[in-house]
C-alpha cells in the first residue's frame, strides 16, 4: 500500500512558476514504483501529464506541457517532483500525483490532488 500526498499548489500569474511535491508513504519500496503527474481542469476530465520510471532514467511528457513542465524524483526521499515553468491560464487545474508498480499496467494509488491555479 502507498499513500501519496501532495503539495506545494496554489495561484500564481501568468509566466510564473511553482514546484509541485509529492510526498510517498507505506510499507514498501518507492524506488520500486513508476510516478506520474495527471491534472482535471474544472469540469473536464483528468489527463496525463508527465510520467517518470521507477530507475529515474526515462521521463514523458503530454505534448501541452513539453518544454514547460519537467518531472523528477529523489528515491532517497520518497518523493517526487514537478516543476512547472511558463504557467498559461489553461494549466488551471487540480494536479494529482499517481503510482504504480513498475511490473503493472495501470496507475493504482492517487494522492488527494493540490489546486494551481493561473490568472492571466
Known amino acids: 500500500q502507498v499513500q501519496l500526498v501532495e503539495s506545494g499548489g496554489g495561484l500564481v500569474q501568468a509566466g510564473g512558476s511553482l514546484r509541485l511535491s509529492c510526498a510517498a508513504s507505506?510499507?514498501?519500496?518507492?524506488?520500486?514504483?513508476?510516478m506520474a503527474w495527471f491534472r482535471q481542469p474544472p469540469g473536464e476530465e483528468r489527463d496525463f501529464v508527465a510520467r517518470?520510471?521507477?530507475?529515474?532514467?526515462?521521463?514523458y511528457y503530454a505534448d501541452s506541457v513539453k518544454g514547460r513542465f519537467t518531472i523528477s524524483r529523489d528515491n532517497a526521499k520518497n518523493t517526487v517532483y514537478l516543476q512547472v515553468n511558463s504557467l498559461k491560464p489553461e494549466d488551471t487545474a487540480i494536479y494529482y500525483c499517481?503510482?504504480?508498480?513498475?511490473?503493472?499496467?495501470?496507475?493504482?494509488?492517487w494522492g488527494q490532488g493540490t489546486q494551481v491555479t493561473v490568472s492571466s
Open positions: 499517481a503510482a504504480k508498480y513498475k511490473l503493472s499496467t495501470e496507475y493504482q494509488y
Open positions: 507505506g510499507r514498501t519500496t518507492f524506488s520500486s514504483y513508476d
Open positions: 517518470i520510471r521507477w530507475s529515474g532514467d526515462s521521463t
